[in-house]
């Protein structure tokens, strides 16, 4: 029996066996696989990266604990790269479960120890807001007819970040991560739109083929998709994390998966001249 035969012949178990092993390697012992980061990444991490030191940023945490895996990710890098920056953030949740993830991606950001941030000088966070785009158009109109606390129940006017930040006119740039499409559009007609302000954007993978025209014409300056999105942030921002380690299990599964298609064609093909 020549070895195309015994190729042929693997059986399935070790087949699925390997495969399942090229999974647990990289999640045990990210290997840091090369990463073909993507335009719309790539036009997030620029946006900020031009804002002048200081600058003023509207962020809303939009998802919840079933989009964290997927978006989690992209949000800890983006927190870092803004507080690396030495950026001014406000913090919202237009989800209900936003106020659970803020502190989950605080302790992963650490801006305390990591950048040597203040709470209250150099971000505030609001907490849930209700109402979808009347939340949005509220705080983007006049904050303090909407808001008078913050989430710890801090009077915002006590708060050296909200010195001279009223509304619209006071951000720089509006970012939202979202798992709603009614969210992440209605940041483009509230910020972009209404108020013409710089916009950027994340969302589920699956949301990008309705969220990306907004992209295409420039009324989103920036969009993470999904956590091929996350991991283009955390490669930019040298930041990697559990989107890396998704990325790298993708990329060295898929491709002992080609290997073994293309092992089989060529041993099948063999083996039927040799027939023939």
Not at 40 to 67: H, K, N, Q
Not at 164 to 193: K, P
Not at 197 to 225: E, F
Request: charged fraction near 15%; proline fraction near 4%; aromatic fraction near 10%.
């Amino acid at each position: 029996m020549s070895i195309w035969d015994k190729l042929m012949d693997v059986p399935r178990e070790v087949i699925m066996a390997l495969v399942l092993i090229s999974m647990i390697i990289p999640a045990l012992n990210p290997l840091g696989l090369p990463l073909m980061v993507g335009d719309m990444s790539r036009a997030w991490y620029r946006t900020v990266d031009e804002l002048p030191e200081g600058s003023v940023i509207l962020f809303d945490i939009a998802f919840g604990s079933g989009g964290y895996p997927s978006l989690g990710p992209g949000t800890i890098a983006a927190f870092h790269q803004m507080f690396e920056k030495g950026h001014k953030i406000i913090m919202m949740a237009t989800d209900l479960e936003g106020s659970m993830m803020y502190p989950l991606i605080m302790d992963s950001v650490k801006p305390e120890q990591n950048y040597g941030a203040v709470y209250g000088e150099d971000w505030v966070f609001f907490g849930y807001i209700a109402g979808g785009q009347t939340a949005m158009a509220g705080i983007l109109g006049d904050i303090r007819a909407l808001v008078s606390t913050d989430y710890q129940g801090n009077d915002i006017d006590s708060l050296a970040v909200m010195d001279g930040v009223n509304g619209a006119d006071d951000f720089d740039l509006v970012a939202s991560i979202t798992t709603s499409g009614d969210i992440a559009e209605g940041w483009v007609y509230q910020g972009y739109s209404q108020y013409n302000r710089p916009v950027i954007g994340g969302c589920l993978s699956m949301m990008t083929t309705s969220i990306k025209p907004y992209y295409d014409t420039g009324q989103l300056l920036g969009l993470m998709d999904g956590i091929k999105g996350a991991a283009d942030l955390e490669f930019l921002t040298k930041h990697p994390g559990d989107a890396i380690v998704s990325s790298d299990i993708l990329s060295f599964s898929q491709t002992l998966v080609l290997i073994f298609i293309a092992v089989g064609n060529i041993a099948y093909w063999i083996q039927k001249g040799g027939n023939s």
